[in-house]
């Protein structure tokens, strides 16, 4: 029998998010400053892949079955494909999952998934290409469509798009991106903007709740919404069957509805830092013990004892001030 990870609140965590750095080529302005998180052009102390493999590999002998690779924007990271055909040869690693913009994702598609990547969510806030430019300061839209055609190709399934819904910036596309998910044989998920950061406590004026969201899909294509059920891959989303079709639609409603009952992740940062919750500042630093030569043992009752400090739930709307200074490119997402 496998060994499994359990929090103080009976969650099994069995899914971690592993950011591979915290540069991004885009800016989009609830995720990080228009300057970087780096202005001096400074990128020092990311862990190697070596390091980062040796952290899965003790998380996966604990039980955790999903990696997502994340950034920044890990297509940034030179030879991301050799990174994922090294972890993927861990015996347990059920499934390797990409996030990203897609910027660079027609180069490397093919290479990601001979390697072992077999689906990716991809971050699109705009169809409109000179407002996509504008929400991620620089963006090519082109480009990015060019990555999602490139990753259909290849057979990366499912693919999934992310929309932060925007109030009075792109709001009014709701329904286009419905209707390009259908187009394109993609889900859509719908997310709230989040209070992480500077960055994102700066956006809530435009939080646009999911419930609303819903009701605007469901009068677009004119028939009900159906929960999903069964096995997915779903992470936090509620997500929904248009009725009459096998297109899914989902909301991630971290404000307005969270999920945290049912939370079953972690993330590690490219710096090597633990995070046990994305609206918390728990954390537990696995990089120096790394490198002061812990045993393969010890880190695992490391990780096993940090799973102890994991909370029960987020308080974004109480608890703003204290996770500000969290970035949202630095966590991983």
Same mark, same amino acid.
């Given at each position: 029998?496998?060994? %499994?990870?359990?929090?103080?609140?009976?969650?099994?965590?069995?899914?971690?998010?592993?950011?591979?750095?915290?540069?991004?080529?885009?800016?989009? *302005?609830?995720?990080?400053?228009?300057?970087?998180?780096?202005?001096?052009?400074?990128?020092?102390?990311?862990? %190697?892949?070596?390091?980062?493999?040796? #952290?899965?590999?003790?998380?996966?002998?604990?039980?955790?079955?999903?990696?997502?690779?994340?950034? *920044?924007?890990?297509?940034?990271?030179?030879?991301?494909?050799?990174?994922?055909?090294?972890?993927?040869?861990?015996?347990g690693l059920e499934d390797i999952a990409l996030s990203t913009n897609a910027h660079y994702l027609e180069r490397e598609a093919e290479a990601l998934?001979?390697?072992?990547?077999?689906?990716?969510?991809? @971050?699109?806030?705009?169809?409109?290409?000179?407002?996509?430019?504008?929400?991620?300061?620089?963006?090519?839209?082109?480009?990015?469509?060019?990555?999602?055609?490139?990753?259909?190709?290849?057979?990366?399934?499912?693919?999934?798009?992310?929309?932060?819904?925007?109030?009075?910036?792109?709001?009014?596309?709701?329904?286009?991106?419905?209707?390009?998910?259908?187009?394109? *044989?993609?889900?859509?998920?719908?997310?709230?903007?989040?209070?992480?950061?500077?960055?994102?406590?700066?956006?809530?004026?435009?939080?646009?709740?999911?419930?609303?969201?819903?009701?605007?899909?469901?009068?677009?294509?004119?028939?009900?919404?159906?929960?999903?059920?069964?096995? %997915?891959?779903?992470?936090?989303?509620?997500?929904? #069957?248009?009725?009459?079709?096998?297109?899914?639609?989902?909301?991630? @409603?971290?404000?307005?509805?969270?999920?945290?009952?049912?939370?079953?992740?972690v993330r590690l940062t490219a710096k090597g830092i633990l995070a046990l919750c994305l609206g918390q500042a728990d954390s537990v630093d696995l990089?120096?013990?790394?490198?002061?030569?812990?045993?393969?043992?010890?880190?695992?009752?490391?990780?096993?004892?940090?799973?102890?400090?994991?909370?029960?739930?987020?308080?974004?709307?109480?608890?703003?001030?204290?996770?500000?200074?969290?970035?949202?490119?630095?966590?991983?997402?």
């Amino acid at each position: 029998m496998r060994k %499994s990870l359990i929090d103080p609140f009976n969650r099994t965590i069995d899914y971690v998010r592993v950011s591979v750095t915290d540069k991004c080529n885009y800016r989009c *302005g609830y995720c990080m400053p228009e300057q970087g998180v780096h202005p001096d052009g400074v990128h020092s102390e990311y862990l %190697s892949y070596d390091e980062l493999a040796r #952290i899965i590999k003790a998380f996966v002998d604990l039980g955790v079955a999903k990696i997502r690779i994340t950034g *920044g924007e890990p297509l940034v990271r030179k030879n991301l494909a050799g990174f994922v055909a090294q972890i993927k040869a861990f015996d347990g690693l059920e499934d390797i999952a990409l996030s990203t913009n897609a910027h660079y994702l027609e180069r490397e598609a093919e290479a990601l998934t001979l390697a072992g990547v077999t689906r990716a969510n991809i @971050s699109i806030d705009s169809l409109r290409p000179a407002r996509f430019k504008n929400i991620t300061r620089g963006g090519d839209l082109e480009k990015v469509l060019a990555g999602v055609d490139k990753a259909l190709e290849v057979g990366m399934k499912p693919i999934k798009f992310n929309m932060v819904v925007m109030k009075g910036t792109n709001d009014d596309e709701i329904e286009a991106m419905v209707d390009y998910g259908i187009q394109k *044989g993609v889900e859509v998920r719908f997310i709230e903007t989040m209070p992480i950061g500077p960055a994102g406590v700066g956006m809530m004026e435009q939080h646009y709740p999911a419930d609303k969201i819903l009701a605007r899909i469901k009068k677009h294509v004119g028939v009900d919404l159906i929960p999903s059920t069964g096995k %997915s891959h779903d992470g936090p989303a509620r997500n929904f #069957i248009i009725a009459g079709t096998d297109t899914r639609i989902g909301v991630i @409603s971290a404000v307005s509805q969270h999920f945290c009952a049912t939370c079953n992740r972690v993330r590690l940062t490219a710096k090597g830092i633990l995070a046990l919750c994305l609206g918390q500042a728990d954390s537990v630093d696995l990089r120096t013990p790394l490198r002061n030569g812990i045993t393969d043992e010890a880190l695992q009752q490391l990780i096993v004892d940090a799973m102890l400090k994991k909370p029960e739930k987020h308080f974004f709307n109480e608890n703003v001030h204290n996770i500000e200074f969290r970035q949202m490119v630095q966590l991983g997402g």
